[in-house]
């Protein structure tokens, strides 16, 4: 079979742009795939090159040197043809395959028409990033609820704001540069609620001290945050949305310490968005079906479990970014510029030109912020934890499972009367994560609701996207081509 | 002005803008019934991974419009009911996405 590259890299966000770019630097020849228009990520989303002009969203976005620099890299080679950058091609399918890797990818650059494509190279590295992970809470699923991701997708991918009166909920820093961007941008933010109390970072001080950069950017929210008259309201949270065929109001609570509403604190706030998130569930769905070892993460996720040179248990498969760990965009890139160095020594690419000896150092350098931020990483984990009672919040009509509309009361009987010991079982018998998301949004939450305390692995998803039948069924005519 | 059409109606958009994001700036949050309890959904996670965004695209079911970059004189339908095969996973779904003909949202 031919092969496009040395190296396919599924995922243009900060580790999937670090990687591809170290590899590049390295002689590879790299396919980098995204099902994004353009490169950069989640956390670097950017409008399509040819509509920044219109749509100005620099102001929203941090550390963009480094992301000129990595854009500009990949400029670059794909000018000089050692580049194949493949935008808005979303991968389905991730298979092992003679020694190396198939990569089944629905182009979509022409959407709504697609056109199925398969790459191959001998070594795959896939840094596919995370979601918002959910909790569901009465009214979630009305009209004007989003996830804190969408939000900041709508704003720093279309230059949309979601609502004119916002309150946002759930726990983790991910919440500040959201209300930050949308204060920017003219919103009212009305109630920052995070489930946290910011005192549990003092049982682990010691991460926090090593990362000044972590401070910085903090104090730059809070600063940015003050200046828009937004409070960050620690120890609460939206426990109801209300409304008839939108969101019209939330109902806010503090939290006592297990994180069960305390009784008779309840306000309600009148709004027009809301933006909920409680963390990240890493991307998996390539890495579950390719057979690669899963470790537990501080944060309840199962993570792909790799070396310290980033490498999976599966040979020639290498992992960088939020799936190994929710950590952030400075983890992820150092984590990419890692797996690079890896793919690079285990191809046995000839010494890259330059001084070998600032070649070292560079590599060092990612080592130790690898150390550091992973560190970091941990003990964010532990001072955001998901409250220990939010199920509290639900009533036995919640809908837990938003596409198939299963109720807490429905999963609560299958996890009682049925003995369903996790969310598999719960989802045999309720239907709860059968549906379109086949799981992604609902999982988490089903998992607490059945086997709280135990690591969370999400499905195995054969198909990590929908295809249509007729896409798939031209596949054998386009291989026999 | 660029402009789509949503189920007859023209919605403006900035060249760049993905469906979902033109009709939440156009000041519609909702744009689809639920099978089960037809309540009205837009969109939820704006990345692509919820699928509660589902619209019909020139014809073409199932797509999300928080995917689906706007096109001067796009057709977006939620009213129809389409079948589409697809496969989700492991299992093979057949969905029909269901009617909301109404901008103010007529969900009974």
Redesign the interface.
């Given at each position: 079979m031919s092969e496009q590259g040395d190296l396919i890299v599924v995922g243009a966000g900060p580790a999937g742009l670090s990687a591809a770019a170290a590899a590049l630097a390295g002689g590879l020849r790299v396919v980098l795939v995204d099902s994004g228009t353009t490169v950069g990520g989640q956390y670097w989303r950017h409008p399509p090159e040819h509509a920044r002009a219109a749509i100005r969203t620099d102001d929203l976005h941090h550390r963009l040197r480094e992301y000129r620099a990595l854009a500009d890299a990949l400029s670059a080679a794909r000018t000089a043809g050692r580049l194949d950058l493949r935008t808005a091609h979303h991968v389905w399918s991730a298979v092992r395959e003679d020694g190396g890797f198939a990569v089944h990818a629905a182009d979509r650059r022409e959407a709504p028409a697609e056109t199925l494509v398969v790459l191959r190279a001998p070594r795959l590295l896939v840094a596919t990033g995370a979601y918002d992970r959910q909790l569901p809470f009465p009214g979630w699923d009305l009209p004007g609820v989003l996830t804190i991701g969408g939000l900041q997708a709508l704003l720093k991918g279309g230059g949309v704001t979601a609502g004119g009166r916002v309150a946002l909920g759930g726990t983790g820093p991910f919440l500040l540069p959201v209300a930050a961007g949308l204060a920017a941008r003219g919103a009212e933010v009305v109630a920052v609620c995070e489930a946290a109390s910011p005192l549990a970072w003092l049982r682990h001080p010691g991460p926090l001290l090593r990362n000044p950069g972590k401070w910085a950017e903090g104090a730059g929210y809070a600063l940015a945050l003050a200046r828009h008259r937004v409070r960050v309201r620690p120890r609460t949270a939206i426990v109801r949305a209300e409304g008839d065929d939108r969101v019209t109001a939330v109902r806010i609570a503090s939290l006592a310490a297990d994180g069960s509403p305390r009784p008779g604190t309840e306000r309600r706030v009148e709004v027009d968005a809301v933006g909920v998130g409680w963390g990240f569930a890493p991307q998996l769905d390539l890495l579950v079906p390719l057979g690669c070892e899963l470790t537990a993460a501080e944060d309840g996720n199962a993570v792909v479990a790799v070396d310290d040179g980033q490498r999976t248990t599966v040979p020639g498969l290498y992992a960088a970014g939020e799936v190994c760990g929710v950590g952030g965009a400075p983890l992820a890139v150092a984590e990419g510029r890692l797996a690079a160095e890896s793919v690079l020594a285990d191809a046995g690419a000839a010494p890259v030109p330059g001084d070998p000896a600032v070649r070292a150092e560079r590599l060092a350098a990612a080592r130790t912020t690898v150390a550091r931020q992973r560190a970091f990483a941990r003990a964010m984990a532990l001072a955001h934890p998901l409250p220990a009672a939010w199920s509290e919040w639900l009533t036995d009509e919640t809908v837990v499972c938003r596409c198939e509309e299963v109720t807490a009361g429905a999963v609560r009987a299958a996890c009682a009367d049925g003995g369903a010991p996790d969310h598999r079982q719960v989802k045999q018998l309720t239907r709860a994560g059968m549906g379109w998301c086949q799981g992604r949004m609902c999982g988490p939450a089903v998992h607490c609701l059945a086997a709280r305390g135990r690591p969370y692995v999400p499905a195995e998803r054969l198909v990590a996207t929908p295809v249509t039948l007729g896409a798939l069924a031209g596949l054998d005519e386009m291989e026999e081509q | 002005m660029n402009e789509f059409i949503i189920d007859g109606r023209p919605v403006p958009f900035?060249?760049?803008?993905?469906v979902?994001?033109?009709l939440?700036?156009a000041g519609r949050?909702?744009w689809r019934t639920?099978?089960?309890?037809h309540?009205?959904?837009?969109?939820?996670?704006?990345?692509?991974?919820?699928?509660?965004c589902?619209v019909t695209?020139?014809?073409?079911g199932?797509?999300r419009a928080?995917?689906?970059?706007a096109r001067q004189g796009m057709n977006v339908t939620t009213g129809e009911t389409v079948t589409?095969?697809?496969?989700?996973?492991?299992?093979t779904?057949v969905?029909t996405v269901t009617t909301d003909t109404t901008e103010?949202?007529d969900?009974e």
């Amino acid at each position: 079979m031919s092969e496009q590259g040395d190296l396919i890299v599924v995922g243009a966000g900060p580790a999937g742009l670090s990687a591809a770019a170290a590899a590049l630097a390295g002689g590879l020849r790299v396919v980098l795939v995204d099902s994004g228009t353009t490169v950069g990520g989640q956390y670097w989303r950017h409008p399509p090159e040819h509509a920044r002009a219109a749509i100005r969203t620099d102001d929203l976005h941090h550390r963009l040197r480094e992301y000129r620099a990595l854009a500009d890299a990949l400029s670059a080679a794909r000018t000089a043809g050692r580049l194949d950058l493949r935008t808005a091609h979303h991968v389905w399918s991730a298979v092992r395959e003679d020694g190396g890797f198939a990569v089944h990818a629905a182009d979509r650059r022409e959407a709504p028409a697609e056109t199925l494509v398969v790459l191959r190279a001998p070594r795959l590295l896939v840094a596919t990033g995370a979601y918002d992970r959910q909790l569901p809470f009465p009214g979630w699923d009305l009209p004007g609820v989003l996830t804190i991701g969408g939000l900041q997708a709508l704003l720093k991918g279309g230059g949309v704001t979601a609502g004119g009166r916002v309150a946002l909920g759930g726990t983790g820093p991910f919440l500040l540069p959201v209300a930050a961007g949308l204060a920017a941008r003219g919103a009212e933010v009305v109630a920052v609620c995070e489930a946290a109390s910011p005192l549990a970072w003092l049982r682990h001080p010691g991460p926090l001290l090593r990362n000044p950069g972590k401070w910085a950017e903090g104090a730059g929210y809070a600063l940015a945050l003050a200046r828009h008259r937004v409070r960050v309201r620690p120890r609460t949270a939206i426990v109801r949305a209300e409304g008839d065929d939108r969101v019209t109001a939330v109902r806010i609570a503090s939290l006592a310490a297990d994180g069960s509403p305390r009784p008779g604190t309840e306000r309600r706030v009148e709004v027009d968005a809301v933006g909920v998130g409680w963390g990240f569930a890493p991307q998996l769905d390539l890495l579950v079906p390719l057979g690669c070892e899963l470790t537990a993460a501080e944060d309840g996720n199962a993570v792909v479990a790799v070396d310290d040179g980033q490498r999976t248990t599966v040979p020639g498969l290498y992992a960088a970014g939020e799936v190994c760990g929710v950590g952030g965009a400075p983890l992820a890139v150092a984590e990419g510029r890692l797996a690079a160095e890896s793919v690079l020594a285990d191809a046995g690419a000839a010494p890259v030109p330059g001084d070998p000896a600032v070649r070292a150092e560079r590599l060092a350098a990612a080592r130790t912020t690898v150390a550091r931020q992973r560190a970091f990483a941990r003990a964010m984990a532990l001072a955001h934890p998901l409250p220990a009672a939010w199920s509290e919040w639900l009533t036995d009509e919640t809908v837990v499972c938003r596409c198939e509309e299963v109720t807490a009361g429905a999963v609560r009987a299958a996890c009682a009367d049925g003995g369903a010991p996790d969310h598999r079982q719960v989802k045999q018998l309720t239907r709860a994560g059968m549906g379109w998301c086949q799981g992604r949004m609902c999982g988490p939450a089903v998992h607490c609701l059945a086997a709280r305390g135990r690591p969370y692995v999400p499905a195995e998803r054969l198909v990590a996207t929908p295809v249509t039948l007729g896409a798939l069924a031209g596949l054998d005519e386009m291989e026999e081509q | 002005m660029n402009e789509f059409i949503i189920d007859g109606r023209p919605v403006p958009f900035v060249e760049g803008q993905t469906v979902a994001a033109a009709l939440v700036a156009a000041g519609r949050v909702a744009w689809r019934t639920t099978r089960v309890r037809h309540r009205p959904r837009g969109v939820f996670c704006g990345i692509g991974v919820c699928f509660d965004c589902l619209v019909t695209i020139d014809g073409a079911g199932g797509r999300r419009a928080c995917l689906v970059p706007a096109r001067q004189g796009m057709n977006v339908t939620t009213g129809e009911t389409v079948t589409t095969g697809e496969t989700a996973g492991t299992t093979t779904t057949v969905t029909t996405v269901t009617t909301d003909t109404t901008e103010e949202g007529d969900h009974e």
